[in-house]
Nanobody, 116 residues
Framework: QVQLVESGGGLVQAGGSLRLSCAASGSIFRVNVMGWYRQAPGKQRELVAS???????YCADSVKGRFTISRDNAKNTVYLQMNSLKPEDTAVYYC??????????WGQGTQVTVSS
């Protein structure tokens, strides 16, 4: 099992910044990809950004240039730096870990609200 604990969500004005953190514990051996998803009310959960164990990153077009994903392997923590936030970024953000041969693990989610 992999346990994921997110933090850093909150309320911010448009144009502001937030940094989300996701601390992983448990059977983190062979966790090859970690990422951030978000789900807005009435919408499907979508991938925002991901990072592999080798450090390769992906960002969705909607956040490219504004969001940055990074990881601290020593702390088993993944970060999502969110700048120039827009009201349409409002959602519950979930941390995800994919463990080879074992599937996906999810955090409990953290609310991000961007006011206009």
């Amino acid at each position: 099992q992999v346990q994921l604990v997110e933090s850093g969500g909150g309320l911010v004005q448009a144009g502001g910044s937030l940094r989300l953190s996701c601390a992983a514990s448990g059977s983190i051996f062979r966790v090859n990809v970690m990422g951030w998803y978000r789900q807005a009310p009435g919408k499907q959960r979508e991938l925002v950004a991901s990072i592999t164990s080798g450090g390769s990153t992906y960002c969705a077009d909607s956040v490219k240039g504004r969001f940055t994903i990074s990881r601290d392997n020593a702390k088993n923590t993944v970060y999502l730096q969110m700048n120039s936030l827009k009201p349409e970024d409002t959602a519950v953000y979930y941390c995800n870990a994919n463990r080879a041969g074992k599937g996906d693990y999810w955090g409990q989610g953290t609310q991000v609200t961007v006011s206009s």
